[in-house]
């Protein structure tokens, strides 16, 4: 799917979409975690699923697509299905299934080396904003070999409010001494989106589970199909520039 020029707060990261982006104009990349550089949400998905049946609980699928991109799941599914419901008890259910489902390893969005690779060789700095908690994102990124090609990761524990609010993203910026105008996200969920640019932050979003919807699209730069593309969106214009 070629790039797509779709508006929002994004207008000069959107000026430059379709083979256009310089990535001197920027100087950081901020990656999501679950979903855009882990493949992990179809397994989280699964894996509560299973631990809310287990429960003796039925989640309909727009719950599900709710809770994408979120880390207070077990509060959503609380409010849903009432005080009788026990998040400490989901909490524990839910680490022991996704657990057993990433003892083999912790699979990797296609392209996602590649595109680590490249920004280092461009010097462009990087880091993650998560919704996941610290010693799962440490966990996850240690397991599939990229917990040091990163200079910052923001988690749910550092932040009073996690997306769709902007602080995760706001706290990634800080941490690099930058400006969020001079960072570029990319997400794979809505909150996710709606974090990065309620945080001032340039996003192109690559869709896993759930197609942007026009709000959505309205507040991205670009929308492209996993991070080959944007690896190429970048290298076209970093040799042309």
């Known amino acids: 799917m070629p790039a797509v020029n779709i508006g929002g707060s994004n207008k000069r990261l959107?000026?430059?979409v379709?083979?256009?982006i310089v990535l001197d104009d920027f100087e950081a990349v901020i990656f999501d975690m679950d979903g855009l550089l882990i493949?992990?949400?179809r397994i989280f998905r699964g894996a509560v699923v299973e631990t809310v049946a287990a429960m003796g609980y039925d989640l309909p699928?727009?719950?599900q697509?709710?809770?994408v991109g979120l880390a207070d799941t077990d509060t959503i599914l609380q409010t849903f299905f009432g005080p009788r419901f026990s998040p400490a008890k989901f909490r524990r259910r839910l680490r022991e299934?996704?657990?057993s489902r990433l003892e083999a390893g912790v699979p990797l969005r296609p392209g996602a080396v590649e595109l680590v690779d490249f920004l280092e060789q461009q010097g462009v700095r990087k880091a993650v904003a998560t919704s996941s908690r610290r010693p799962t994102a440490e966990?996850?990124?240690g397991r599939c070999g990229l917990r040091h090609r990163f200079e910052v990761i923001v988690t749910r524990d550092d932040v009073e409010r996690g997306k769709p609010h902007p602080d995760v993203y706001l706290l990634a910026a800080a941490a690099l001494g930058l400006s969020p105008q001079r960072c570029i996200a990319?997400?794979?969920s809505f909150n996710g989106v709606r974090a990065a640019n309620g945080a001032g932050v340039p996003v192109i979003m690559v869709p896993d589970l759930l197609q942007p919807t026009t709000e959505i699209a309205a507040l991205c730069a670009t929308v492209m199909d996993d991070l080959h593309q944007i690896r190429k969106l970048f290298s076209e214009r970093s040799v042309t520039a």
Do not use: F, N, S, W
């Open 14 to 16: 959107r000026r430059r």
């Open 18 to 20: 379709a083979g256009m």
């Open 39 to 41: 493949d992990t949400e």
């Open 61 to 63: 699928p727009a719950v």
């Open 65 to 67: 697509r709710d809770m």
């Open 97 to 99: 299934a996704v657990d």
């Open 139 to 141: 966990k996850h990124l």
């Open 186 to 188: 990319l997400e794979d």
